[in-house]
C-alpha cells in the first residue's frame, strides 16, 4: 500500500482557538498535494478518520491548562517521533496566560456560576514547558506558508526555512516606511519576531506582537522609546500583554511598568 | 437491545473540543447530553482592565473560524457606548468583510465538515479521491472568500486592519476591482453549491423552533437591527440581557442559553433564512425555491441547503458592495471614550453573537459578557438528539452513532467560541 509509505501526520488541539490548525484547511491551493503526500493519521477537525500511532509528525496546537491536559501532552509525546508546536499558545501559553498574573480563583466566578465543576489550572503554559519540542511554529494565527514550509522540509529531509529575524528586517526588505519614525505610532516591531511580513506597518498600524519576543529583544529600550511617544505605563504594560504574554522576555518588560 | 448507550468521546468535523452522551433504557430515551469539554479560556475575566480599543483584537482571539464576527459584534458594542455612528462606505465595508467570512465559513463547512456525512465518507480528502471536481470547487470558493479577508483584513485568520471606528487602511477602488472576476465565478459556484446540496438525502426531521435572529428593515442582516423570532420576540440589541439568561450546566464547560420566557431557542442560518426570506435577493431566492426550499425551513439536516443559499447571497452582495464602492476620506471615524455601557450583536456565520461591554470614563473595560451562537444552540442539539434518537431507536449502533454525529454537525457548532464550549456519547446499560 502506497499510504504505508507516507508519513503519518497528527493534529492535536489544546486550549486554543482552533485558528492555528484551520490555517492548514486553507492552504487552498495546496491542501491536495499535501494530502497527497502525507497520511494525515489524526486531525479530528477535518476528518472522522483515525489511525493509531505512533506518527511521524505531531502538530500541536493550543496550551496546557487543566490537569487533564498536563497528562494528555505526554501521551501525545510518547505517540510522536517529530513535535512541532504550532502558534501562540502552544509556544507562549496565548491569550488565556493572561490568567497567570491573576489568580483564576478569581477569575472562574466572573464566567461560570458553579465554579466546583470547572477543572482548570492556576497557569496556562507552554507545551515545552511540559515536554520536549523539536520545532516551533510561532505567530497568533501562524503563517499558513510556515506550515507548507514545515511538512515540505520534512518530506524532504531537510531543516525548514522559517524567519528567525525581527518585524522590523521585514518592513525594510518590503519597503514600509516605519510608522514609529514616521507617525510616532507605538510599535512592537523592534523586538518581535518576524514571520507576518510586517503586516500591520504596511496597514498603518503598529504591530502588536503576535509572532512573540525575537531572540535577544531590547525591550528596555523600546519602553523608552514608548515612553517618548507619551504612551502611559499601563498601556506598555497592555502592549507586552496579549497573545505571548507569558514569553518570558514580554512578561518582564510588563512586570517592569507595572505599579 | 433495549438499554444501551451511544458514546462519541471527541467529535470529529467540529470546530473544537466535545462529545455526544445519549443512555436509552427500556427503549427510551432518558439522557442525552452534548459533553463540552473543551478547557475554559477566561475570556470575560481577562477583558476586565484592558482598553476599549483593544477588543476586537483580543475576542477574536475566542475563535480562529470566525474572527471577524467577534471584531463586528465588539467594535459595533464599543461604539454604541461612546455615541459614535459608522456609516457610509466604512459600514459598507464592513458588511463586505462580513461576506468574506460567510463565504469562507460556510463552504467549509458544507463541503469539508458536513457533506461527508451525508455522502458517507470520513473527510472532504476521500471525497476528492472520488469526485475531484467537487473538492476543487469547494477549495476555490473558500479561497475567495478568504482573499476577502485577506484584503480587506490583512490575513484570514485574525484579520488585523478592524479597529473601532472604522479600519486601518482602507482599500483602493482599483484594489477592491480584483475581486470582481473572482466573486462572479464564486457566485456561479455557490449556485453550483446550492443544487448539488438539493441532491443529497434528508431524514423526515421537522421541528417546532423558536428561530432567533437580527431582522434589519433594508437588508439581510450582519451587525444590525432587531433581534426577533417567529414566536413574537422582538427587541433592540441592548435589550438582549432582559430576555435571555445563561446557565451553569455540569457536563459543560460552556454556558446555556435560554429564553427567560420560553427556554429553548434556534440560531443560525435555519432561523436567519426562516427570519429574513424576504430580504434575500432575487437570486438567492430563486436558487432556494429551486432547490426545493419554502421560506422557512424547520430541518436541520437542510442547513447544509441553506448555508449555500447564504453563500450566494454573500457573493451576490460582495459584487454589490463593490460596484457602489467609493474609497472614503478617513479609514475611520474618531470614537471617544466615555463612562457608559455598550452592546453589539452581529451574524456569525453559526448565529447571533452577542457582546456588552461596561467603560469608565477612560475606556478601560470594567467588564464584559459574550454569548456565541454555539452557547445559544446547545440546548436545541441536544433537544434535537433526544427526538432523532427516539423515533430510530432501532438503528444499529453504529449507523445510529453516525447520524447523531450528523445532526450535532447541523449546527456547524463552534466550541472553541462556547467555551468560554462539544464531546458526544450515547449510553444504554
Redesign the interface.
Known amino acids: 500500500m502506497a499510504d504505508k509509505q507516507k508519513p503519518k501526520v497528527a493534529v492535536w488541539k489544546f486550549a486554543s482557538c482552533d485558528g492555528c490548525q484551520l490555517s492548514l484547511l486553507d492552504c487552498e491551493d495546496e491542501l491536495l498535494a499535501v494530502a497527497g503526500a502525507i497520511d494525515i493519521a489524526n486531525f479530528p477537525e477535518a476528518s472522522r478518520r483515525v489511525v493509531k500511532g505512533p506518527y511521524d509528525v505531531s502538530l500541536v496546537e493550543g496550551s496546557i491548562t487543566t490537569p487533564h491536559d498536563a497528562e494528555r501532552i505526554h501521551k501525545v509525546r510518547r505517540a510522536s517521533k517529530f513535535l512541532v508546536t504550532i502558534g501562540a499558545c502552544a509556544t507562549a501559553g496565548g491569550i488565556q496566560a493572561l490568567r497567570n498574573f491573576k489568580d483564576v480563583k478569581d477569575f472562574i466566578p466572573i464566567v461560570y456560576a458553579h465554579p466546583e465543576y470547572i477543572d482548570t489550572l492556576g497557569k496556562s503554559t507552554a507545551i515545552a514547558d511540559h515536554i520536549h519540542v523539536d520545532f516551533e511554529l510561532r505567530g497568533c494565527p501562524i503563517n499558513k506558508y510556515h506550515l507548507v514550509e514545515l511538512v515540505s522540509a520534512l518530506l524532504n529531509g531537510r531543516k525548514p526555512n522559517i524567519p528567525t529575524g525581527s518585524v522590523c528586517m521585514e518592513c525594510k526588505r518590503r519597503d514600509t516606511v516605519c510608522v514609529m519614525v514616521a507617525a510616532g505610532t507605538p510599535c512592537l516591531g523592534p523586538v518581535t519576531q518576524a514571520g507576518c511580513n510586517a503586516l500591520c506597518p504596511s496597514y498603518n498600524r503598529g504591530c502588536f506582537g503576535c509572532f512573540g519576543p525575537k531572540e535577544t529583544p531590547n525591550t528596555n529600550s523600546l519602553s523608552e522609546w514608548w515612553q517618548k511617544l507619551q504612551v502611559t505605563n499601563d498601556d506598555i504594560v497592555r502592549a507586552y500583554r496579549s497573545f505571548n504574554a507569558y514569553a518570558d522576555p514580554f512578561r518582564k518588560a510588563s512586570e517592569a511598568y507595572e505599579k | 437491545m433495549k438499554n444501551r448507550t451511544i458514546k462519541v468521546d471527541?467529535?470529529?468535523?467540529?470546530?473544537?473540543?466535545g462529545g455526544i452522551f445519549v443512555r436509552i433504557k427500556n427503549g427510551a430515551v432518558t439522557d442525552v447530553k452534548l459533553r463540552i469539554?473543551?478547557?475554559?479560556?477566561?475570556?470575560?475575566?481577562?477583558m476586565?482592565g484592558?482598553?476599549f480599543t483593544?477588543a476586537p483584537?483580543?475576542t477574536a482571539?475566542?475563535?480562529?473560524?470566525c474572527?471577524v464576527a467577534y471584531q463586528m459584534s465588539s467594535v459595533h458594542a464599543m461604539e454604541q457606548a461612546c455615541g459614535a455612528v459608522v456609516d457610509g462606505q466604512l459600514r459598507a465595508l464592513r458588511r463586505l468583510i462580513y461576506c468574506g467570512e460567510w463565504i469562507e465559513s460556510h463552504t467549509?463547512h458544507v463541503y469539508?465538515?458536513h457533506a461527508?456525512d451525508f455522502l458517507g465518507y470520513?473527510?472532504?480528502?476521500?471525497i476528492?479521491q472520488d469526485h475531484?471536481e467537487v473538492?476543487?470547487r469547494a477549495?476555490?470558493l473558500?479561497?475567495i472568500g478568504?482573499d476577502i479577508v485577506n484584503l480587506l483584513g490583512?490575513?484570514?485568520?485574525?484579520p488585523?486592519?478592524v479597529?473601532v471606528g472604522g479600519f486601518?487602511?482602507a482599500p483602493t477602488k482599483a484594489e477592491l476591482q480584483t475581486l470582481v472576476d473572482p466573486l462572479k465565478w464564486a457566485l456561479d459556484a455557490a449556485l453550483e453549491t446550492v443544487r448539488f446540496t438539493a441532491t443529497l438525502k434528508f431524514p423526515d426531521f421537522e421541528q417546532d423552533y423558536e428561530f432567533v435572529s437580527l431582522r434589519h428593515p433594508d437588508e439581510y442582516p450582519y451587525c444590525e437591527g432587531r433581534i426577533v423570532s417567529n414566536k413574537g420576540l422582538d427587541i433592540a440589541i441592548s435589550e438582549y440581557l432582559d430576555h435571555f439568561e445563561e446557565?451553569?450546566?455540569?457536563h459543560s464547560?460552556s454556558?446555556h442559553s435560554v429564553l427567560k420566557e420560553r427556554g429553548v431557542y434556534h440560531v443560525g442560518p435555519l432561523a436567519r433564512y426562516s427570519l429574513n426570506f424576504d430580504k434575500l435577493p432575487k437570486v438567492a431566492q430563486r436558487a432556494a425555491k429551486a432547490a426545493g426550499l419554502g421560506k422557512t425551513c424547520t430541518n436541520p439536516f437542510k442547513s447544509i441547503i441553506v448555508r449555500a443559499v447564504e453563500t450566494v447571497f454573500a457573493c451576490h452582495e460582495a459584487l454589490r458592495i463593490i460596484a457602489d464602492y467609493k474609497m472614503p476620506d478617513q479609514?475611520y471615524v474618531k470614537v471617544t471614550p466615555k463612562a457608559a455601557v455598550g452592546h453589539g450583536a452581529s451574524e456569525a456565520p453559526r448565529g447571533l453573537l452577542y457582546h456588552r461591554y461596561r467603560l469608565d470614563s477612560q475606556g478601560v473595560i470594567q467588564?464584559a459578557r459574550i454569548v456565541p451562537p454555539t452557547s445559544q444552540n446547545q440546548k436545541v442539539m441536544e433537544s434535537d438528539l433526544y427526538h432523532y434518537v427516539s423515533d430510530r431507536i432501532k438503528l444499529p449502533q453504529d449507523k445510529l452513532t453516525w447520524q447523531c454525529?450528523q445532526a450535532i454537525r447541523n449546527y456547524d457548532p463552534c466550541i472553541?467560541c462556547s467555551c468560554?464550549f462539544l464531546k458526544l456519547h450515547i449510553e444504554g446499560d
Open positions: 471527541y467529535l470529529a468535523r467540529v470546530e473544537g473540543e469539554f473543551e478547557p475554559p479560556r477566561f475570556f470575560e475575566a481577562f476586565r484592558r482598553n483593544e483584537d483580543i482571539r475566542i475563535c480562529g473560524i474572527p467549509l469539508m465538515l461527508p470520513q473527510d472532504a480528502i476521500q476528492a475531484p473538492v476543487k477549495l476555490r473558500k479561497k478568504n490583512g490575513r484570514e485568520i485574525h488585523i486592519n479597529r486601518y487602511k446557565q451553569h450546566v455540569e464547560t454556558l479609514p467588564d454525529e472553541s468560554h
